[in-house]
């Protein structure tokens, strides 16, 4: 059983930075791959990036490429995700999700395990 709580959401401008943090409880967690999502209102739930459970591998949707940036520390039983130049098309509820082996990454229905989510809204 894995237990995910993000924190660090919030009321930025277009340019500025956030970073978001996802703990974790349960000790499976430092075997899953983790995922980060993220659901704008009237919007289905969208990738955005995604680390293997060592962190020598990650992906980012091409929306966010160069901007944001995933990273896992497994001694603290934590992945984050530093969001920078943000804009105001990142506003969206952010989640971050594991899995045992989650295939395709990109598709939330694979993800087993769901944090609450944590707003972020980019003013313009």
């Known amino acids: 059983q894995v237990q995910l709580v993000e924190s660090g959401g919030g009321l930025v401008q277009a340019g500025g930075s956030l970073r978001l943090s996802c703990a974790a409880s349960?000790?499976?967690?430092?075997?899953?791959?983790m995922g980060w999502f993220r659901q704008a209102p009237g919007k289905e739930r969208e990738f955005v990036a995604f680390?293997?459970?060592?962190?020598?591998?990650?992906y980012y949707a091409d929306s966010v490429k160069g901007r944001f940036t995933i990273s896992r520390d497994n001694t603290k039983n934590t992945v984050d995700l530093q969001m920078n130049s943000l804009k105001p098309e990142d506003t969206a509820v952010y989640y971050c999700?594991?899995?045992?082996?989650?295939?395709?990454?990109?598709?939330?229905?694979?993800?087993?395990?769901w944090g609450q989510g944590t707003q972020v809204t980019v003013s313009s």
């Open positions: 680390i293997d459970w060592v962190g020598g591998r990650t």
């Open positions: 349960g000790r499976a967690f430092l075997t899953y791959p």
């Open positions: 999700a594991a899995a045992p082996n989650p295939n395709p990454y990109v598709a939330p229905s694979v993800y087993r395990y």
